[in-house]
């Protein structure tokens, strides 16, 4: 089993910037895994936003590519997402994710949410 907590959610300004935090735990996790940030705007779909795997290959979704970037620390077994130049369209409730396949919503392990609210 794999725990995942994100945390950092909040309010900001368009134009502003957050950082949210995953840390993983369980007998399950394992660094190798992909891991990811997902998102969900009421009454869409959940969707990718950013993914790395565990040499460092990393993918975007087009809509937040040169303004968020994701990043991990295996040893501290922690995900990261810097979302800098926020937009209302951002708005939504960001999950992480760990043992996938990219940006496919098609994840093993997904954390609670965090919400992410911009205007």
């Known amino acids: 089993h794999v725990q995942l907590v994100e945390s950092g959610g909040g309010s900001a300004q368009t134009g502003g910037s957050l950082r949210l935090s995953c840390v993983a735990s369980?007998?399950?996790?394992?660094?190798?895994?992909?891991m990811a940030w997902f998102r969900q705007a009421p009454g869409k779909e959940r969707e990718g936003v950013a993914v790395i795997d565990d040499v460092g290959s990393i993918n975007y979704a087009e809509s937040v590519k040169g303004r968020f970037t994701i990043s991990k620390d295996n040893a501290k077994a922690t995900l990261y997402l810097q979302m800098n130049s926020l937009k209302p369209e951002d708005t939504g409730m960001y999950y992480c994710a760990s043992d996938g396949w990219w940006l496919l919503p098609e994840y093993n392990y997904w954390g609670q949410g965090t919400q992410v609210t911009v205007s």
């Open positions: 369980g007998d399950g996790y394992s660094s190798t895994h992909l």
